[in-house]
């Protein structure tokens, strides 16, 4: 789950820099940060299956297991889930900075910049999956609890995962 807005933030930064006149500094930085972005997402694959003694208590409570406190995986996934919208952020204002300041046509300036800045979308969604983080450490039965009136479905996996 935290992959997925880690990965992509790799080719934004590729992307950035090889737009952007070269500055070493600049893209020292950029590749810093969206890999030290992966690097703390990495654990969260294995809080998520080393948390309960016997792994299938995660899904069957009828399993005895000795499980972590759930406040682990939650505040973990809560700096993540910071942190990349912090990434997010980082890496629409920086090309905006950047185009900004071109000599081209006010249209074409505007469009390259709204483009660009469509990265803020992604820290919004972020923000907005944080709210549901909680969500990963309930150990109901999902087909004994009701889902929220409006899931926050980004795509058709989780849309299954909602309502299957």
Not at 66 to 82: G, L, P, Q
Request: one cysteine or more.
């Amino acid at each position: 789950m935290l992959f997925r807005s880690s990965f992509p933030n790799i080719s934004i930064a590729i992307l950035v820099n090889d737009l952007l006149d070269p500055n070493p500094l600049r893209a020292r930085c950029l590749y810093a940060m969206v890999i030290m972005q992966v690097a703390f997402a990495m654990p969260s694959i294995f809080i998520i299956f080393l948390q309960c003694k016997a792994t299938e208590a995660l899904w069957n409570p009828s399993v005895a297991g000795k499980c972590w406190d759930v406040a682990v995986f939650n505040d973990f996934s809560y700096r993540v889930s910071a942190y990349t919208t912090m990434t997010d952020i980082v890496l629409a204002i920086v090309p905006i900075a950047a185009f900004w300041n071109l000599q081209m046509p006010f249209a074409t300036k505007l469009g390259v910049c709204i483009m660009m800045g469509l990265t803020l979308l992604s820290a919004i969604v972020t923000i907005i999956k944080a709210t549901y983080l909680h969500l990963f450490t309930d150990r109901t039965d999902p087909r004994q609890c009701n889902p929220p009136i409006v899931p926050p479905i980004t795509n058709s996996q989780q849309f299954s995962t909602w309502y299957h």
